[in-house]
């Protein structure tokens, strides 16, 4: 069994940075990559990042791309995730979890950390940026 705690978040105004953290812990030689989810009120949870931890190929969403980067300690039981240049839309509790791989093709379709291959959720870390 893999435990994941988040930590981290906290208030800003836009245009700061904050690093999150997610401590994996437990049977962590089973955990091939962390994720790294957010759910704004009344929305869907949706990727973020994500970090193959056996190659350790990165992997964003679109809106991620340039502001956020993901990385690991050198044990890989955590892994970070530094946002910058924050902006009221980024407001969500953030969530990291473990999956099977970040990205892959299957049949006709290819997939980019989807939520529901992804398991071992923390308790989330709430993220608020604000003027």
């Known amino acids: 069994q893999v435990s994941l705690v988040e930590s981290g978040g906290g208030t800003v105004q836009p245009g700061q940075s904050l690093r999150l953290s997610c401590v994996a812990s437990?049977?962590?030689?089973?955990?091939?990559?962390i994720g790294w989810f957010r759910q704004a009120p009344g929305k869907a949870r949706e990727g973020v990042s994500c970090?193959?931890?056996?190659?350790?190929?990165?992997s964003y969403k679109d809106f991620a791309k340039g502001r956020f980067t993901i990385s690991k300690d050198n044990a890989g039981t955590t892994v970070y995730l530094q946002m910058n240049n924050l902006t009221p839309e980024d407001t969500a509790v953030y969530y990291c979890?473990?999956?099977?791989?970040?990205?892959?093709?299957?049949?006709?379709?290819?997939?980019?950390?989807?939520?529901?291959?992804?398991?071992?959720w923390g308790q989330g870390t709430q993220v608020t940026v604000s003027s």
């Open positions: 437990g049977r962590t030689r089973d955990v091939y990559a």
């Open positions: 979890a473990r999956g099977p791989g970040c990205e892959y093709s299957a049949g006709m379709h290819y997939y980019i950390f989807p939520v529901a291959d992804f398991d071992s």
């Open positions: 970090l193959s931890l056996s190659t350790g190929r990165t």
